[in-house]
Nanobody, 125 residues
Framework: QVHLVESGGGSVQSGLSLLLSCAAS??????MAWFRQAPGKEREGVASIYYNGKSDYADSVKGRFTISQDNAKNTLYLQMNSLEPEDTAMYYC?????????????????????WGQGTQVTVST
């Protein structure tokens, strides 16, 4: 079992920044990712990072968000800069171990079996 706990969400004004953290414990994973879900919308991938450090981003956040991991602390981060009202959502941390490549970058919800409880991010104008 993998246990994930997100933190760092909050309410900020447009243009400002937030740093989300996800503390992980348990078995093992080779891919971690951030997803978000706005009210009335499907959960969508934001960013993912493979065990070798390769990261991928949704087009909507490229150049503004940065995903990183501290393997010594088993912690995943999402630095969110230049936040926009459209970034308002519940943000979830996810983890999984699968063989092969490519699946991590695709950020499909169904590819991940371990999820945190989420942390709310609200961006106002």
């Amino acid at each position: 079992q993998v246990h994930l706990v997100e933190s760092g969400g909050g309410s900020v004004q447009s243009g400002l920044s937030l740093l989300l953290s996800c503390a992980a414990s348990g078995y093992s994973w080779n891919c971690m990712a951030w997803f978000r879900q706005a009210p009335g919308k499907e959960r969508e991938g934001v960013a993912s990072i493979y065990y070798n450090g390769k990261s991928d981003y949704a087009d909507s956040v490229k150049g503004r968000f940065t995903i990183s991991q501290d393997n010594a602390k088993n912690t995943l981060y999402l630095q969110m800069n230049s936040l926009e009202p459209e970034d308002t959502a519940m943000y979830y941390c996810a983890a999984e171990w699968r063989s092969g490549g490519g699946w991590c970058a695709n950020q499909e919800v169904t590819s991940f079996g371990y999820w945190g409880q989420g942390t709310q991010v609200t961006v106002s104008t």
